[in-house]
T-cell receptor
Framework: KAGVTQTPRYLIKTRGQQVTLSCSPI?????VSWYQQTPGQGLQFLFE???????NKGNFPGRFSGRQFSNSRSEMNVSTLELGDSALYLC????????????FGPGTRLTVT | AQSVTQPDIHITVSEGASLELRCNYSYGATPYLFWYVQSPGQGLQLLLKYFSGDTLVQGIKGFEAEFKRSQSSFNLRKPSVHWSDAAEYFCAVGAQVGYSSASKIIFGSGTRLSIRP
């Protein structure tokens, strides 16, 4: 089985712009979670989607949003980018909701200048 | 509140030496526990997991971990490290979100492992 794929792998944006990141889960997996990883804050949970519905959300401002499509692919969007949004954004897929076994993609490295 | 503590920020061991990475968790119920490894610029790879049963868990790449409920610990061990083991290691606990059916993974801050030739 192919693993979790994330596109793009690297992205450079300017403060104030918006960005969309994409995640394709492992085939058959229906749950997708997103995490932000920074040197200062470590790995922080953003949100989880299952059956096209957001099931859980971390403590992030409303500028961070996401969605999931019927084929389980997910996108996350960050609007009005700030310098502090520079991070590695990781997507993880799991077979179902409350399935703690998560498989991570390689991440998207976002740099905001 | 659920939390995971990895007290060692950075550890250096000699190649061929044994390794133990410490992890302590705080969680009210029976925890689901994980160890992940992250190489530079890469995503996280699951090394092993504990859900229930035998408290000594075997994982990939020769790693094992032992769940000790009395100490709230889930330490990762390897008898003999290889240079390729140099990476960042994260301990994590799976937690249910309130009374919902949703879940989330709470990660420790990580331990960076360096290998001395």
């Amino acid at each position: 089985k192919a693993g979790v794929t994330q596109t793009p792998r690297y992205l450079i944006k300017t403060r104030g712009q918006q960005v969309t990141l994409s995640c394709s889960p492992i085939s058959g997996h229906r749950s997708v979670s997103w995490y932000q990883q920074t040197p200062g804050q470590g790995l922080q949970f953003l949100f989880e989607y299952f059956s096209e519905t957001q099931r859980n959300k971390g403590n992030f401002p409303g500028r961070f949003s996401g969605r999931q499509f019927s084929n389980s692919r997910s996108e996350m969007n960050v609007s009005t980018l700030e310098l502090g949004d520079s991070a590695l954004y990781l997507c993880a897929s799991s077979p179902g909701l409350a399935s703690y076994e998560q498989y991570f993609g390689p991440g998207t490295r976002l740099t905001v200048t | 509140a659920q939390s995971v503590t990895q007290p060692d920020i950075h550890i250096t061991v000699s190649e061929g030496a044994s390794l133990e990475l410490r992890c302590n968790y705080s969680y009210g119920a029976t925890p689901y526990l994980f160890w992940y490894v992250q190489s530079p610029g890469q995503g996280l790879q699951l090394l092993l997991k504990y859900f229930s049963g035998d408290t000594l868990v075997q994982g990939i790449k020769g790693f094992e971990a032992e769940f000790k409920r009395s100490q709230s610990s889930f330490n990762l061990r390897k008898p003999s490290v290889h240079w390729s083991d140099a990476a960042e290691y994260f301990c994590a606990v799976g937690a249910q979100v309130g009374y919902s059916s949703a879940s989330k993974i709470i990660f420790g801050s990580g331990t960076r492992l360096s290998i001395r030739p």
